[in-house]
């Protein structure tokens, strides 16, 4: 069975940085895309940014130019580096894979707190 673990989160003031990591377990296959979302209190969950094939990377008007998401080469490890931080980044933080054809598998979610 494929899981995914993240971790990274924490409490970080406003300003600041930290950087997710998400890895999978359960198959040696390369998954097509990997994603990150987050989840406020009594908010929808929102997609943050995805890349495909290791390289291309899309990502949502609300984090570009303060998110970035990698991959680690050849490994089914993705990587979420945040910057400037604000309130508002405050969230449960979902890793997300998929295969070509399949259903999207989810993480069980890291919380990240911005607060002074």
């Known amino acids: 069975q494929v899981q995914l673990v993240e971790s990274g989160g924490g409490l970080v003031q406003p300003g600041g940085s930290l950087r997710l990591s998400c890895a999978a377990s359960?198959?040696?296959?390369?998954?097509?895309?990997m994603a990150w979302y987050r989840q406020a209190p009594g908010e929808q969950r929102e997609f943050l940014a995805r890349i495909v094939s290791g390289s291309i990377s899309t990502y949502a008007d609300s984090v570009k130019g303060r998110f970035a998401i990698s991959r680690e080469n050849g490994k089914n490890v993705v990587f979420l580096q945040m910057n400037s931080l604000k309130s508002e980044d405050t969230a449960v933080y979902y890793c997300s894979a998929r295969f070509r054809t399949g259903p999207e598998t989810w993480g069980q979610g890291t919380q990240v707190t911005v607060s002074s």
């Open positions: 359960g198959t040696v296959y390369p998954f097509y895309s």
